[in-house]
């Protein structure tokens, strides 16, 4: 049950929604939505993030279904794609759109989650709800991974070829779990088959299943109150009614930033380079995409620990990192200012390295 | 020709240049708008009956009098700093020719500041019956203000039978005067209920928020269904050649057959319907939700759908002649014969007056600023950039130098860039200095070594 909800009683719908209501016993998730209300005060704008992340997945859904209707995988993968930014009207759009919304809503998962770590919405009762969003930001890490191969430009293929040589280094699993993404020796026209049954059926599936879970779970639950909006008094605590109200600030920030996602689509299209040579050399330069940036750079510089080589001391330092943010309910609730300490590191460390890692490439 | 002046060059990106014309612009609009509105929003019945209410409208007409103050005069001033520094020739050009013109908006924009200030001390009270009169009056100064803007506008746009005639009615009411007349002021309206909105953002909850935010949505919203009317007028009256760059326009990478000008075209469109859209969510659904962070974006919204309409305008102007003059550069047309045997000697204030191997870079770079920098937009069709992204060789850049020269004004080139004058070895010079630039040209040391010693000092190789 939500922390703050009203208990005036809602009068009965009209419109389409009355016209509903007159068929479905749908008067009880209305009636839920009008008393629903959302703490408003200073950060108020950190609940938007979830939101935004939710809206670039949807912009992802729609322009992915777009680009099926032309994309080929396997050995025409290129040319579909070179076929759907020269040939298809508004394909160059809807391909800039689709990998603009791909960076984004893995960059708002990071903000959402990270916020949601600082302001401490991880206590109980909301174990869950933080646990599948720790899922979602893993899946859609795996969502831009596997797309990113799919063009098979000489960037793609070299970066992903770098990213299965990290999945191969992991202990134990690491080499079944590299065979099973490239479904070869080496990174090929199968390895995009792969990726796109990953990309396309696998990863969504899982996301839409995980993302309804965690938007019950914030509808039962409701929005979490930061201490400080905690310790106010009654009477200087404001809240806006989550419907209409904050939904439609909510669809106002969704306008802008689709305004933006596609004020950058037109500016800067997504480049498509020449079509990968699995005989080239890796070209100078080659990196993997800005999240994975960091743990690049980290692999880069670890040095080998006696019988211990560098990326396996990489794969434990990232595996330990990952389970500790995962079970931030767990192990934090009693432990709330290490928390904060871990999440500072991780987050310095993210930005430093990944910083390092451009500049080692040449980019900054 | 040109001016002892620092080239700003790239300090002012075509970016700046937009970013600061749609300040003036959206600036500009706002008082025949803002005069509307404020003035309809006098008269309401709800003014003497809800002091809320009346607190809004002065909140508003605060939000008109920033407006039209501070972004605006800040705006027209860094325009006429920027077409200085980085064009002199067409800042002398604007300036000789057109300066009624601009001598008119400099006092109107001054009027309407200190009517504005007026309008803003006696706001929100209900005993000054002529307040009313006062802000149809600011309506009045702005329609002025955007008569006289609309002619400078659409006569570049569209100079026409001018170029003939010489005649200033034939400049005033150019071919698509009155279409883009009937556009501003639409968008003139949608921007007094633009700050309408910033002025509900300023007030608390109250039922007379909830009233005047239905009110001013109505503001943006109806002149919305009018803008495809005036679209497609202003479409007809522009000339051929430069709606033909819409659809026909030069594209660039992994963008199909869209033209920067149809990308624009298709922002603006979008950036217009997304107003429409947050002035229906924020103002007529959420008039409680709309609050100062939602203005902020409103404002950013507006301002970027303002200058991508801006930028759009600019990409369709075509090269074309005020007075003798071609436009990009402030070249006098009766000179070029004559600069095509030879540039630099003719150039008053250019150090190099012959290109000999040593100063050729030097020389390039003389040409290039004075004649392609004419024009503050340094992306899209007036940039020789974009054209030159597969160039590799001296050879491919004076190969497509020689396409633009003056002449060939019938090739796809020439419609969009301004012509080159000089040469062969000026041509030659400034292919040389591009490929150079781009990393396509090593030069010999001696060149470098000019190159250097000119850029320390330019008068130190006065020729």
Redesign the interface.
């Known amino acids: 049950m939500s922390e703050h909800q009203t208990d005036q009683k809602t009068t009965a719908p009209s419109g389409v929604l009355g016209w509903l209501a007159d068929r479905y016993q749908i008067q009880g998730l209305i009636d839920y939505l009008a008393k629903k209300e959302v703490p408003s005060y200073r950060h108020s ?1 950190w609940y938007y993030m979830g939101g935004l992340s939710l809206m670039f997945f949807i912009v992802q859904i729609i322009t992915g279904i777009l680009l099926l209707f032309y994309y080929t995988p396997g050995k025409e993968a290129h040319a579909s794609v070179q076929f759907i ?5 508004f ?3 809807i ?2 759109v689709h990998s603009y919304a791909a960076n984004l809503m893995i960059f708002f998962v990071f903000v959402h989650m990270f916020s949601v770590i600082f302001m401490k919405a991880y206590r109980r009762p909301r174990e869950l709800t933080y646990i599948t969003g720790f899922i979602l930001l893993a899946l859609s890490m795996g969502m831009g991974f596997s797309g990113y191969l799919l063009p098979w430009d000489e960037l793609a293929y070299f970066a992903t070829k770098i990213g299965i040589n990290i999945t191969e280094s992991v202990p134990l699993i690491g080499p079944v779990l590299g065979d099973m993404l490239k479904g070869g020796p080496e990174v090929g026209f199968d390895t995009i088959s792969r990726f796109f049954a990953l990309h396309v059926w696998g990863i969504p599936l899982l996301m839409t299943g995980v993302l309804g879970a965690h938007l019950f779970f914030i509808q039962v639950q409701g929005i979490s109150e930061p201490d400080g909006f905690k310790a106010l008094p009654a009477e200087k605590k404001k809240y ?1 009614k989550f419907f ?3 939904m ?2 909510d ?3 969704w ?2 930033a ?2 933006g996602l ?2 950058l689509a ?2 800067f ?4 380079g020449p079509e990968a040579n699995v005989l080239a050399p890796t070209p100078e330069g080659i990196h993997p995409e800005w999240y994975f940036m960091a743990m690049f750079q980290i692999l880069k510089i670890l040095p080998n620990l006696g019988p211990l080589e560098s990326e396996h001391i990489g794969n434990i330092i990232f595996g330990l990192t990952g389970v500790l943010l995962a079970a931030i309910p767990f192990w934090g609730s009693k432990n709330e200012r290490l928390v904060t300490y871990f999440t500072i590191a991780v987050l310095a460390g993210l930005v430093i390295f990944s910083i390092l890692g451009y500049h080692a490439v040449g980019s900054i | 020709m040109n001016y002892p002046l620092w080239q700003a060059g790239d300090s002012f990106s075509g970016w700046i240049y937009v970013l600061i014309h749609a300040v003036f612009t959206v600036s500009t609009l706002s008082v025949f708008g803002g005069g509307i509105y404020l003035a309809l929003a006098e008269s309401r019945k709800i003014y003497s009956l809800s002091p809320e209410y009346r607190e809004f409208v002065k909140r508003a007409t605060g939000a008109v009098l920033f407006t039209v103050t501070v972004p605006g005069s800040l705006a027209f001033v860094s325009l006429w700093v920027i077409y200085i520094l980085t064009a002199p020739g067409t800042a002398a050009v604007l300036s000789v020719q057109l300066s009624w013109m601009w001598i008119i908006q400099a006092l109107a924009l001054a009027l309407e500041a200190a009517t504005a200030f007026v309008l803003y001390k006696s706001a929100g009270k209900t005993e000054n019956a002529g307040h009313t009169d006062l802000a149809w009056s600011f309506a009045a100064l702005g329609f002025l203000t955007l008569i006289v803007t609309n002619a400078a506008l659409s006569f570049q746009q569209t100079p026409g039978i001018w170029t003939d005639t010489q005649k200033a009615a034939d400049a005033w009411f150019n071919a698509s005067y009155l279409a883009s007349l009937f556009l501003r002021s639409l968008v003139s309206i949608q921007m007094g209920g633009v700050l309408g909105f910033v002025g509900l953002s300023l007030v608390e909850k109250s039922s007379a928020k909830d009233e005047a935010a239905s009110w001013t949505a109505s503001f943006v919203m109806y002149p919305f269904f009018f803008l495809p009317l005036g679209l497609i007028w202003y479409y007809f009256t522009l000339d051929e050649k430069a709606t033909a760059n819409i659809w026909t326009g030069f594209s ?5 057959d ?1 033209s920067i000008l149809s ?2 075209v ?2 603006s469109v ?2 217009a319907v ?1 107003i429409f ?2 002035a229906f ?2 103002g007529a ?2 008039a ?2 709309f609050k100062k ?2 203005a902020f ?1 409103f404002i ?2 507006v301002l ?1 759908t303002s200058g991508v309409t801006e930028y759009t305008r600019t990409l369709l102007n075509q090269p074309y002649s005020i007075s003798g003059f071609a436009f990009n550069n402030g070249i006098k047309i009766s000179d070029a014969e004559e600069l095509n045997s030879g540039f630099l000697a003719k150039a008053r204030w250019s150090v190099v007056k012959e290109v000999t191997d040593e100063n050729i870079l030097a020389a390039g770079k003389e040409l290039h600023d004075l004649q392609f920098t004419g024009n503050p937009v340094s992306a899209g069709f007036v940039s020789l950039d974009t054209f030159l992204k597969e160039a590799k060789t001296v050879q491919d850049y004076l190969d497509f130098i020689s396409i633009i020269r003056w002449g060939s004004e019938n090739n796809i080139y020439t419609q969009n860039l301004p012509p080159f004058f000089g040469s062969d070895a000026e041509a030659n010079a400034l292919a040389t200095y591009l490929a150079w630039k781009a990393g396509q040209y090593e030069a010999t040391p001696e060149q470098t070594g000019f190159f250097a010693k000119y850029s320390a000092n330019p008068a130190s190789v006065v020729q």
């Open positions: 704008f930014v020269e040939k298809v009207s394909g160059w759009l391909r800039s806006v209409p109200t904050f439609y600030d669809l106002l920030v306008l802008i689709i305004n596609i004020v037109v500016f299209p997504w480049e498509l | 660039g990478v992994n963008t199909s869209f990308r624009l298709f922002l979008l950036g997304s859209f947050f969510v924020g659904l959420n409680t939700g962070p939602m974006w950013v919204l970027l």
